[in-house]
């Protein structure tokens, strides 16, 4: 972080997505069990994280809705 302010003065930091999806995927273990249902709640994650867009479609939304529930 200290050397892109050094080298990309101008820059805007954004947020690392391989950092965010790493604490999800911790957090879910944490309070998400059984095991597959964390793997369901993260895979409904990645597929909104993903998107190639800023608009999320709502099936994506609602997998993940479904997943957490």
Not at 24 to 44: G, I, L, R, W
Not at 51 to 58: A, G, R, Y
Not at 60 to 67: D, N
């Amino acid at each position: 972080m200290n050397a892109i302010k050094i080298m990309f003065p101008d820059s805007h930091n954004l947020l690392c997505q391989f950092h965010i999806d790493k604490n999800a995927k911790e957090k879910c273990k944490q309070h998400v069990t059984p095991k597959n249902a964390c793997d369901q709640v993260m895979e409904a994650w990645i597929s909104i994280m993903d998107c190639p867009t800023e608009c999320v479609d709502e099936d994506h939304l609602t997998k993940f809705e479904v997943a957490c529930a």
